[in-house]
């Protein structure tokens, strides 16, 4: 089995920040790329953040110059710093792995359980 298990959520204040934490584990060959993803209450999931294992990443407009997404290859571990957070932000973000579990299985997508984010004052 493939886990991915968030951390780091919480409750901020607007102009606060935070930063989330994300670690793969199980029976993993390779990850081509890692990311976040948000989904707000009535609204459809949407793309925050990816990078690839070799470190190109790419942004929702709505967070570029405020949140930074970086990698931790040998650990598995994708990271998302969060500045000059706003209520718009408030969402549960989810972790996403496009992974491949041996050299015999196709790559596929892999989804953490959400971790919560209000952004409030």
């Known amino acids: 089995q493939v886990q991915l298990v968030e951390s780091g959520g919480g409750l901020v204040q607007p102009g606060g920040s935070l930063r989330l934490s994300c670690a793969a584990s199980g029976d993993i060959f390779r990850i081509y790329s890692m990311g976040w993803y948000r989904q707000a209450p009535e609204k459809q999931r949407e793309l925050v953040a990816t990078?690839?294992?070799?470190?190109?990443?790419n942004y929702a407009d709505s967070v570029k110059g405020r949140f930074t997404i970086s990698r931790d290859n040998a650990k598995n571990t994708v990271y998302l710093q969060m500045n000059s957070l706003k209520p718009e932000d408030t969402a549960i973000y989810y972790c996403?792995?496009?992974?491949?579990?041996?050299?015999?299985?196709?790559?596929?997508?892999?989804w953490g359980q959400g971790t919560q984010v209000t952004v409030s004052s």
């Open positions: 990078i690839s294992s070799g470190g190109s990443t």
């Open positions: 996403n792995a496009d992974l491949q579990r041996a050299l015999w299985y196709a790559k596929r997508d892999y």
